[in-house]
């Protein structure tokens, strides 16, 4: 009866990182494995689940036309836009035929920085190639532009958002704005973040505690008081299998690659986090 979340999180298909510069090698072909055997990776090891929220989106391609983000920063790229679109719809769509096997799939859209239309256009091609497949379900509302998206499954209430937009401080009020008749069903609230390619995780209550966050070489666990979970909100950044191109890897920023999902229980909140690394 428990609930996973699958979320692949900043593929940036058409990223291109070169080994003898960054240490790292990251191409579409890459990228495809990744999404792929990631996914396998997490239901080979997911239990007891009867439904699946696959959340799409969040800078899955590289760039918005082939060169540069929605803004207009150039991007080292792998190959043409054609190329990557094509990757990352094809590779999607396998993924989540790969979850429709094991349960029933919600999918549900984050817009992004780096391909704010982009996109949006290809989850509503994913979508639509999906649409005749009975254990697949796309909404109109998780498949529209809206920045944050809610989804409530029995005490979880959850916020997906990719994280560039809204502070992290003002999203517990959003949380309570926006999704006010799901917070009289759910006590147990959570926003997975993205954006980052890093792991940050903070509960959010009266104070801030900080229980995990990934540094370039270690990730750092602060064990604080116990805390029985509801009444705070948990703040989670998810990591990325992307590798640090020449830019992120110049100025530091860079990530240990990997892919994540979480499990929720109906009546008790999150009780697993399963990561993939790479």
Known sequence: DKLLVVDLADVHFGKLAVK???GHTYNVEIARHRVIEGTRAILQRADDVGRILFVMGNDILHTDNGKTTTSNTPQDTDGTYFTAWRAAQHATIDAISECAGVAEVDLVHCMSNHDWRSGWALSQTIAASMASHDGVR???YNMSERHRKYYGYGRNGLMVTHGDGAKEAALTSLFLKEARGMIT???LLY???HHFHHKIRNRRGIDVFQSE??????????MGAARVE???M?????RSPSAPDGWHDRNGYTNRQAVEAFIHCPHDGQKDRLTEWF
Do not use: C, R, S, W
């Open 20 to 22: 003898e510069e960054t």
């Open 138 to 140: 796309a909404t109109p």
């Open 185 to 187: 069903q759910a006590d």
């Open 191 to 193: 926003a997975i973040l």
């Open 213 to 222: 966050k990934d540094h370039t070489a270690f990730t750092q666990i602060n």
């Open 230 to 232: 509801g009444g705070d």
């Open 234 to 238: 948990m703040a989670e950044y998810v």
